[in-house]
C-alpha cells in the first residue's frame, strides 16, 4: 500500500511528469490497481527516471499532490506538519521542481512521519526568481502544474492540489459533496474569485476536456494561471458539477488579514488558512507565524 514509501529506509522513486508515453483516461473514477515493487536498477541513475505510468500502480485514489521549489521548502514543511497534526491518512505526492528540494524531502524532514512520495519533474538547479511573484521562473512553475494535474486525471487518479503555503486545520474531504466533480475555493466572501491553490477534481472526461480548456487559456500575457482558470469557469458549460467552498471555512489570505479574530475563536471554524495575497516567502512566513499557524516545532 502507501505505506511503500516511508522514509524510513526505503528509497523514494523519481519520476519524469512532462516526458511520458501517451495514455488512456481510465474508465473508472477510483481504479484498484494491483501494486508492483520496482528494483533499485530501474531507480534515477545514469540518466534514467521512473515515469508516471511506470508508478501510477502505486498510488491510490485520490492523489494529494503538492507541489515545490527550494524557495518555498520550509512553507511546505509547515503544511505538512499541519496535515500529522490532525493525523490526516492522505496519499501525498510531492512533486519537486528542481534538485535541491527532491534531496532534502528525500532525506526526510525532522519530526515528519506521515508516508508520502517524493518525485521529480525539472533536473533544474535552485533558482530564488522562482520564489518571486510575476516573474518568468514563477509563471513557468504555476503554469506546470496543470500539466501534472492532466497527469493524474489521464491516469484516473481523483486529485486534490494543495499550494505550499496553506496550513490545514481540519479535515477538507469532510466538506466534499461525493457528487461533484470539481471542487475549488472561493477566496471572496461577498464577491467571486476561485483559487486555483486549493483544488479538487475528479477523473473524468468532461474534467479533462476542462483541464485542456485551461491549457489553451494560459499563454497570452496573462499572470500565473488562476485567472486563466476564471475565465474558463465563467464560461464553461459542460456537464460538470462543481462545488464552491465558502471563503470563511477555507480561508484565503485577503480574507484572513482583514479579520481581528484569531483562528481558534473564528466561527465557523476553518478548515484551511491560505497565506496568498502576500508576496515572498517571508511575509508568508512572518503571516503565518503572528496569527499561532506556524506549526514547526522549535529544535
Not at 28 to 47: C, T
Not at 102 to 125: D, M
Amino acid at each position: 500500500m502507501f505505506a511503500l514509501f516511508l522514509l524510513s529506509g526505503i528509497s523514494l522513486m523519481v519520476l519524469h511528469l512532462l516526458d511520458h508515453s501517451p495514455i488512456q483516461i481510465a474508465s473508472q473514477v477510483s481504479p484498484k490497481l494491483d501494486f508492483r515493487y520496482y528494483p533499485s536498477s530501474h531507480r534515477i541513475g545514469n540518466g534514467s527516471f521512473l515515469t508516471l505510468p511506470d508508478v501510477v500502480s502505486s498510488l491510490e485514489s485520490p492523489v494529494v499532490m503538492l507541489t515545490v521549489n527550494y524557495g518555498f521548502l520550509e512553507l511546505l514543511h509547515n503544511l505538512l506538519f499541519s496535515i500529522q497534526r490532525l493525523r490526516l491518512h492522505m496519499n501525498l505526492v510531492i512533486i519537486c521542481e528542481e534538485k535541491s528540494s527532491y534531496k532534502e524531502l528525500s532525506i526526510g524532514v525532522h519530526g515528519i512521519v506521515i508516508p508520502y512520495l517524493v518525485v521529480l519533474t525539472h533536473l533544474n538547479e535552485s533558482d530564488r526568481n522562482a520564489t518571486i511573484y510575476g516573474s518568468v521562473k514563477y509563471l513557468d512553475i504555476v503554469r506546470r502544474r496543470v500539466t501534472y494535474l492532466k497527469l493524474f486525471i489521464e491516469n484516473g487518479f481523483d486529485v486534490l492540489y494543495i499550494d505550499a503555503d496553506i496550513v490545514l486545520l481540519g479535515d477538507p474531504f469532510r466538506h466534499f459533496k461525493e457528487e461533484a466533480d470539481l471542487i475549488v475555493a472561493n477566496e471572496y466572501e461577498g464577491g467571486i474569485n476561485y483559487c486555483t491553490g486549493f483544488l479538487f477534481l475528479r477523473a473524468k472526461w468532461e474534467v479533462h476536456a476542462f483541464l485542456d480548456d485551461w491549457v489553451k487559456a494560459l499563454p497570452g500575457g496573462i499572470k500565473g494561471n488562476q485567472r486563466p482558470f476564471n475565465k474558463v469557469m465563467r464560461r464553461d458549460e459542460r456537464n460538470i458539477t462543481k462545488q464552491f467552498l465558502p471563503a470563511d471555512v477555507f480561508v484565503s489570505g485577503r480574507t484572513f488579514r482583514n479579520s481581528t479574530t484569531p483562528w481558534r475563536k473564528r466561527k465557523p471554524q476553518p478548515i484551511l488558512v491560505h497565506a496568498n495575497w502576500l508576496l515572498g516567502r517571508e511575509n508568508k512566513t512572518d503571516m503565518l507565524k503572528r496569527a499561532g499557524l506556524w506549526f514547526i516545532p522549535k529544535r
